[in-house]
């Protein structure tokens, strides 16, 4: 294979093992996918809500996953391991789909973004956006977005690098509606901006919760 070629087809073929996990995972509280390739081995580690629920017994489904890797995707001599996700209001992914379950569930959008973002700051992050967008409210409502911000997001340059994101879709009865999530992890460090301690709106501050059915 030409130098070139495999420019193109080594993050092609990670995005498609990403993409297989996170459907195979995906009720096992998947958080995150990180690939490492090195000469001798394919370093795959998972991040999940529930390690037990993907290890399985005897670690039979690690096994099943590897050998599943090993054959349909012709990676030689991967090794999975698994880490347990320390707070779930961290991971972008795990946001995003207990935004779309609330979503799906009828609760209002505009409230189910205040209460995701207020727990996704109280649990640390240095700054977080969610945005909502498709046809949010009624039947025949017309394509909107809705989008709820605090503390730092860089748009550009290098810093983009240190953020984590995900996007998941909420299938509702009026249509699809996606919803993006963005987050700076604790501790992160840009060199061209000192980060402060993170001040909510009062509208965002004062949400319920929408568990309890207290959102507004």
């Known amino acids: 294979m030409l130098y070139q070629e495999k420019l193109i087809e080594e993050p092609f073929s990670k995005y498609k093992v990403m993409k297989f996990l996170e459907?195979?995972?995906d009720r096992a509280g998947l958080a995150s996918v990180d690939i490492q390739r090195t000469p001798l081995v394919t370093r795959i580690t998972l991040e999940v809500a529930n390690p037990a629920r993907i290890i399985g017994k005897k670690g039979r489904l690690i096994n099943e996953l590897t050998d599943t890797i090993k054959k349909e995707f012709k990676i030689e001599n991967p090794q999975i391991s698994v880490v347990e996700?320390?707070?779930?209001?961290l991971e972008p992914r795990m946001v995003g789909k207990r935004a779309a379950k609330y979503i799906e569930m009828g609760k209002k959008v505009r409230a189910v973004l205040h209460y995701m973002l207020r727990e996704v700051i109280k649990a640390g992050a240095l700054g977080a956006e969610i945005?909502?967008?498709?046809?949010?409210?009624?039947k025949g409502a017309r394509a909107k977005s809705l989008r709820v911000q605090a503390g730092y997001i860089p748009k550009a340059g290098e810093p983009v690098r240190q953020i984590k994101v995900a996007h998941i879709n909420a299938n509702t009865r009026s249509g699809v509606i996606g919803v993006l999530v963005r987050i700076v992890p604790p501790g992160t460090v840009f060199p061209d901006k000192q980060t402060k301690k993170v001040v909510l709106p009062k509208v965002i501050e004062?949400?319920?919760s929408v568990e309890r059915g207290e959102a507004r």
């Open 131 to 138: 945005v909502a967008a498709g046809k949010i409210g009624a």
């Open 85 to 89: 996700v320390r707070n779930q209001f």
């Open 23 to 25: 459907d195979k995972l």
């Open 206 to 208: 004062s949400a319920g």
